[in-house]
């Protein structure tokens, strides 16, 4: 692409929509690091039905890149398997994952700068029947269709695995679901992915769950094409035992502007961690409140650890 034409195009984006979490690193971003310690286990087995290079020219065969062993276990931001055009991605755990506060996983794609990015749908399941789908949305601009190695800023989606590069996994909240017919949000055996295809064309392209296209690289005609897929993280599983801590710890106001209580019985320790994984506060037989108001406005990650060896995360997030 011209480099003149890219440049107007990014900065048009930029001033488009934009109404959801920006990149990591950011005031606001939800992204997970790799590495963040909220993080309690990883996809256990992952089956991978590949997706073509080009919806719209088949002759050209499906994605062939990596293999299904690459997206089991934790994120690394190299290996991962390619889905292609409509490619699914369905995956299992030891454990299954159940609503506890805040996000309760995360999946991880190879984006290799912000705002690059190849998104899938995500859709859950207790049964390996029923799959419902997070409702994903997206604002990216369709007067012109994104190619190759376009980019389109993250804040533009909400809802949708691939919004953050590499190594920075994308949060999904099992609350967000709950009272959907046929499933049990506290005992989720599956989660699977669809890969969008990101064509502006009404004929082939995804859309959201309100009917927007949705606007993403395309076509990629190589054997990496598609949603690229390094792994799930799983942030609560049946083994976290927040079923019987919801409403045994009460963690409030949630925004804060800075002064933050906890109650609930047995605390023993509380951390509280970036959207990115690094630990900033720490406190052994903590009170219960915790000043929080040199801190930047964000999302930030509490893990609350009981005397009873139980252990909970809550998502937290600043606003003043």
């Given at each position: 692409m011209n480099r003149?034409?890219?440049?107007?195009?990014?900065?048009?984006?930029?001033?488009?929509?934009?109404?959801?979490?920006?990149?990591?690193?950011?005031?606001?971003?939800?992204?997970?690091?790799?590495d963040s310690s909220v993080i309690i286990d990883w996809a256990s087995n992952v089956s991978v039905q590949r997706g073509y290079l080009n919806i719209q020219n088949q002759s050209l065969g499906l994605a062939t890149y990596g293999t299904e062993m690459d997206a089991v276990g934790p994120a690394d931001g190299i290996s991962v398997i390619s889905l292609g055009d409509s490619g699914v991605a369905e995956i299992t755990f030891n454990t299954p994952i159940v609503n506890g506060?805040?996000?309760?996983?995360?999946?991880?794609?190879?984006?290799?700068?912000?705002?690059?990015?190849?998104?899938?749908?995500?859709?859950v399941s207790s049964n390996g029947v029923d799959y419902i789908r997070f409702d994903a949305t997206s604002e990216i601009p369709t007067a012109v269709q994104l190619s190759n190695f376009d980019t389109a800023?993250?804040?533009?989606?909400?809802?949708?695995?691939?919004?953050?590069?590499?190594?920075?996994?994308?949060?999904?909240?099992?609350?967000e679901l709950v009272g959907q017919p046929n499933l049990d949000v506290n005992n989720i055996q599956h989660v699977r992915l669809v890969d969008v295809i990101g064509s502006i064309d009404s004929l082939v392209g995804s859309m959201d769950y309100l009917g927007n296209m949705i606007n993403d690289p395309y076509p990629t005609e190589w054997e990496s094409g598609g949603f690229d897929l390094d792994a799930v993280g799983v942030i609560h599983n049946a083994n976290s035992g927040?079923?019987?801590?919801?409403?045994?710890?009460?963690?409030?106001?949630?925004?804060?502007?800075g002064i933050l209580h906890l109650r609930g019985d047995n605390i023993a320790v509380v951390e509280l961690f970036s959207a990115e994984g690094k630990l900033l506060v720490y406190g052994e037989g903590v009170n219960s409140v915790l000043d929080l108001s040199k801190l930047p406005?964000?999302?930030?990650?509490?893990?609350?650890?009981?005397?009873?060896?139980?252990?909970?995360?809550?998502?937290?997030?600043?606003?003043?």
């Open positions: 003149s034409l890219f440049i107007i195009l990014f900065l048009s984006n930029l001033a488009f929509g934009q109404s959801f979490a920006p990149e990591p690193g950011q005031a606001g971003s939800t992204a997970i690091h790799k506060f805040g996000p309760d996983f995360a999946v991880f794609e190879n984006g290799f700068i912000d705002h690059y990015m190849e998104l899938a749908f995500v859709e800023h993250c804040a533009y989606v909400n809802n949708l695995a691939g919004k953050y590069r590499a190594e920075y996994g994308t949060p999904f909240d099992l609350e927040v079923n019987d801590l919801k409403d045994a710890l009460v963690v409030y106001p949630n925004p804060t502007d406005e964000g999302i930030y990650y509490l893990k609350i650890y009981l005397r009873n060896d139980r252990v909970i995360c809550h998502k937290q997030i600043i606003a003043r």
